[in-house]
């Protein structure tokens, strides 16, 4: 099956820092990635989509100058977190559709973000 | 896309079969019913997915009713390690891909 994989699983970092979070599709070619946030006790909720090779699209409410996103090949799209601050630490979960199949979406294990 | 309803929460004997149901009395014809489970601290892994014909795979089946307003996620001997939140999600087919998470249902699995 299509494997995702995120880097690093785990981050504490302190507050006014930059996180860098990896997402990788080991085994398939991805145009489209989806990051996503999960707080403690609550459902997953789609912050981007990221597309290679052009901006990403931002939800609601999800500021873009915050939560740089890059997708600068068809494997690999990076959510980088800017002077992150104690309300950032949360669960950061990334997705992403073969080209081949539209229709199932695979997931990464997940990032979980804590910041001091 | 459409939304859906589940329980909040269900336990189930392991060994026992699981049912875990979901209402999207709004779907339109074009979209499917997707699952996906979410175990602790882990991403959410797909299931299966259908239209209107019964689906099933190594994982478990799909039921989906006639009039496709309701459907049934069928884990068919559940093991202690099938304890997680079970995601009914309605899409449409090849539309803009980003799935939407409601509540789940919480299914712990008891031994």
């Known amino acids: 099956g299509a494997v995702v994989s995120q880097h690093p699983s785990r981050v504490i970092c302190k507050s006014g820092t930059s996180v860098k979070i990896e997402c990788r599709s080991l085994?398939?070619?991805?145009?489209?990635m989806f990051w996503y946030r999960q707080f403690p006790k609550q459902s997953l909720m789609l912050m981007a989509t990221?597309?290679?090779?052009?901006?990403?699209?931002?939800e609601q409410g999800v500021e873009k100058d915050k939560f740089l996103i890059n997708h600068a090949s068809l494997t690999l799209s990076t959510l980088t977190v800017t002077s992150a601050h104690p309300e950032d630490s949360s669960f950061y979960i990334c997705?992403?559709?073969?080209?081949?199949?539209?229709?199932?979406?695979?997931f990464g294990p997940g990032t979980r973000l804590t910041v001091l | 896309d459409a939304k859906t309803t589940q329980p909040t929460s269900m336990d189930c004997a392991e060994g026992r079969a699981a049912n875990l149901p979901c209402n999207h009395s709004?779907?339109?014809?074009?979209?499917?019913v997707y699952w996906y489970r979410q175990i602790h601290s882990q991403g959410p892994q797909y299931i299966i997915h259908?239209?209107?014909n019964n689906e099933t795979n190594e994982m478990a089946s799909l039921i989906i009713t006639e009039d496709r307003k309701s459907s049934t996620l069928i884990l068919p001997h559940a093991t202690l390690r099938d304890t997680a939140v079970y995601y009914c999600?309605?899409?449409?087919?090849?539309?803009?891909?980003?799935?939407?998470f409601g509540t789940g249902t919480r299914l712990t699995v008891i031994p």
């Open positions: 259908g239209l209107k």
């Open positions: 990221s597309n290679e090779g052009s901006k990403a699209t931002y």
């Open positions: 997705s992403a559709n073969p080209r081949s199949t539209a229709d199932t979406q695979y």
């Open positions: 709004t779907i339109s014809g074009n979209e499917y």
């Open positions: 999600i309605v899409r449409v087919r090849g539309g803009a891909n980003n799935l939407f």
């Open positions: 085994d398939f070619q991805a145009t489209t």
